[in-house]
């Protein structure tokens, strides 16, 4: 069922996380034009309708930080039951390698898919590996992303500092581009790609990897670029104690001082897994609006921390979600994540601190305001037809009184459907246009030949 220029009426939902919308809402031209309350009608025309009574809507989830290539290395026998160091240093050498670009596009292509199936309506991928053969993957990512209708932020990731070059450099050489050439590159896909207009499929944003194997220089460039075209700035910080300790003995200074120093404390800024930082620090960053990318999945799976997400939030900065890279969760679904952030939040904080609509709001709204998309993310008039359904049909749902904590709390993790501006990209728990069985069959083959090119 497509959504016409006249309107799709999507009726009766089992529940809707939108104030005032107990009868479902009105999609036309891709955004929500009406939202009907309780026991009423739509006021506006529409063409078709759809029966929403066996599912629970919400907006679609927003991934703020994945690693989609590295779908090709999960569960790697050389990284489990590592830590991020010595799991980061036994698969540098493996990706150092070098991957084909058609494997490179069957990775991004399963990771989107994945995501999407989980409810993911716009990622943001942060893709940092630039071997000899992938200088067009922002190309790629963008050519797939359009194949699968997934929204998505082309978040140009690098590393120009190797190994040696710093204490805690681990990059080897074969992922090293040369400042210049990184920065030519980021010109040319914004120039190419970055569309601030409301709704847009396509946004690029800035990620130098982490100040441990980045220039300074390449930190405060783009930060100049980012200024010029009101780009989003990307980057990992602090994910362990031994990066913040890094940025003291580097830089003479705690990791908020250095963000400043580079021109990066402000509210275009979005931060992955910000575990490390102090009282202060908390305080600037939200004076500041900075955005921070919450990974509960990877990070207890590397053991990395907790992120202080309430504290963060409280002192001002937007917090989303993120599933982190394929080979440190190993996957892709971000509903799975809302459930390990609440868990995590609770164990931090207490039962009664975070609740599940603090967590679907962080994987909604929060992550669209890292993003700095106040577009989507919300079940609103005027806001873009971004929309997941789950069904609570499973044997794991049976006996919940609460549908939307349910999603949560008994672990929803596959979408029956899914919209993106308006069109279904998922239908009855299948993405349309998309042969799961060959993409599984082609992305392993892919994985296959990789690790044997070895």
Same mark, same amino acid.
């Given at each position: 069922?497509?959504?016409?220029?006249?309107?799709? %009426?999507?009726?009766?939902?089992?529940?809707?996380?939108?104030?005032?919308?107990?009868?479902?809402?009105?999609?036309?031209?891709?955004? *929500?034009?009406?939202?009907?309350?309780?026991?009423? @009608?739509?006021?506006?025309?529409?063409?078709?309708?759809?029966?929403?009574?066996?599912?629970?809507? *919400?907006?679609?989830?927003?991934?703020?930080?994945?690693?989609?290539?590295?779908?090709?290395?999960?569960?790697?026998?050389?990284?489990?039951?590592?830590?991020?160091?010595? %799991?980061?240093?036994? =698969?540098?050498?493996?990706?150092?390698?070098?991957?084909?670009?058609?494997?490179?596009?069957?990775?991004?292509?399963?990771?989107?898919? &994945? /995501?999407?199936?989980?409810?993911?309506?716009?990622?943001?991928?942060?893709?940092?590996?630039?071997?000899?053969?992938?200088?067009?993957?922002?190309?790629?990512?963008?050519?797939?992303?359009?194949? /699968?209708?997934?929204?998505?932020?082309?978040?140009?990731?690098? *590393?120009?500092?190797?190994?040696?070059?710093?204490?805690?450099?681990?990059?080897?050489?074969?992922?090293?581009?040369?400042?210049? +050439?990184?920065?030519?590159?980021?010109?040319?896909?914004?120039?190419?790609?970055?569309?601030?207009?409301?709704?847009?499929?396509?946004?690029?944003?800035?990620?130098?990897?982490?100040?441990?194997?980045?220039?300074?220089?390449?930190?405060?460039?783009?930060?100049?670029?980012?200024?010029?075209?009101?780009?989003?700035?990307?980057?990992?910080? @602090?994910?362990?104690?031994?990066?913040?300790?890094?940025?003291?003995? !580097?830089?003479?200074?705690?990791?908020?001082?250095?963000?400043?120093?580079?021109? %990066? =404390?402000?509210?275009?800024?979005?931060?992955?897994?910000?575990?490390?930082?102090?009282?202060?620090?908390?305080?600037?960053?939200?004076?500041?609006?900075?955005?921070?990318?919450?990974?509960?999945?990877?990070?207890?799976?590397?053991?990395?921390?907790?992120?202080?997400?309430?504290?963060? &939030?409280?002192?001002?900065?937007? *917090?989303?979600?993120?599933?982190?890279?394929? +080979?440190?969760?190993?996957?892709?679904?971000?509903?799975?994540?809302?459930?390990?952030?609440?868990?995590?939040?609770?164990?931090?904080?207490?039962?009664?601190?975070?609740?599940?609509?603090?967590? =679907?709001? %962080?994987?909604?709204?929060?992550?669209? +305001?890292?993003?700095?998309?106040?577009?989507?993310?919300?079940?609103?008039?005027?806001?873009?037809?971004?929309?997941?359904?789950?069904?609570?049909? &499973?044997?794991?749902?049976?006996?919940?009184?609460?549908?939307?904590?349910?999603?949560?709390?008994?672990?929803?993790?596959?979408?029956?459907?899914?919209?993106?501006?308006?069109?279904?990209?998922?239908?009855?728990?299948?993405?349309?246009?998309?042969?799961?069985?060959?993409?599984?069959?082609?992305?392993?083959? +892919?994985?296959?030949?990789?690790? !044997?090119? =070895?």
């Amino acid at each position: 069922m497509a959504e016409t220029a006249a309107g799709l %009426w999507i009726k009766a939902p089992l529940a809707m996380l939108a104030d005032g919308a107990g009868n479902g809402l009105v999609v036309r031209d891709g955004r *929500i034009v009406e939202l009907v309350p309780t026991g009423a @009608v739509p006021t506006l025309p529409y063409a078709q309708s759809f029966d929403a009574s066996r599912h629970v809507v *919400i907006p679609g989830l927003v991934n703020t930080h994945h690693h989609m290539f590295q779908t090709l290395t999960r569960a790697h026998p050389a990284a489990i039951n590592k830590s991020l160091w010595p %799991w980061i240093k036994a =698969l540098y050498p493996i990706w150092a390698r070098g991957m084909r670009p058609d494997a490179f596009r069957t990775a991004s292509q399963l990771a989107m898919t &994945e /995501l999407m199936l989980s409810g993911c309506t716009c990622a943001s991928d942060h893709q940092y590996l630039f071997t000899p053969g992938l200088e067009d993957a922002m190309d790629i990512q963008a050519e797939e992303a359009g194949r /699968l209708g997934l929204r998505m932020t082309l978040t140009r990731g690098a *590393i120009d500092l190797m190994a040696g070059d710093g204490e805690q450099a681990v990059a080897p050489r074969a992922v090293i581009q040369k400042t210049d +050439a990184i920065l030519a590159d980021c010109e040319r896909i914004l120039g190419r790609y970055h569309d601030r207009s409301d709704g847009a499929m396509l946004q690029v944003a800035l990620a130098p990897n982490a100040p441990f194997d980045v220039s300074f220089e390449l930190m405060v460039e783009t930060a100049r670029l980012s200024a010029q075209t009101g780009c989003g700035l990307h980057t990992h910080l @602090v994910e362990t104690r031994a990066e913040a300790d890094f940025v003291r003995s !580097e830089h003479g200074c705690d990791a908020v001082d250095f963000l400043d120093q580079c021109g %990066w =404390l402000n509210e275009r800024v979005w931060l992955a897994h910000g575990i490390h930082f102090d009282d202060s620090e908390v305080a600037r960053l939200g004076k500041h609006g900075v955005g921070i990318c919450h990974c509960p999945t990877s990070n207890m799976v590397l053991a990395s921390g907790t992120c202080r997400t309430k504290d963060l &939030e409280a002192a001002g900065c937007k *917090i989303g979600l993120g599933v982190d890279g394929s +080979a440190s969760n190993d996957n892709s679904n971000l509903m799975e994540s809302l459930r390990h952030a609440l868990m995590l939040g609770r164990l931090t904080y207490g039962a009664e601190a975070i609740t599940h609509l603090d967590v =679907l709001n %962080w994987a909604t709204e929060g992550s669209a +305001a890292c993003l700095g998309r106040s577009d989507i993310g919300r079940i609103a008039v005027g806001k873009q037809a971004d929309l997941a359904f789950f069904t609570l049909d &499973e044997l794991r749902f049976s006996g919940a009184g609460d549908a939307l904590a349910a999603l949560v709390l008994c672990g929803a993790h596959h979408a029956d459907r899914v919209m993106v501006q308006g069109r279904w990209t998922v239908e009855d728990g299948q993405p349309v246009g998309i042969d799961l069985a060959r993409l599984r069959h082609e992305h392993g083959a +892919a994985a296959k030949a990789f690790a !044997e090119s =070895l």
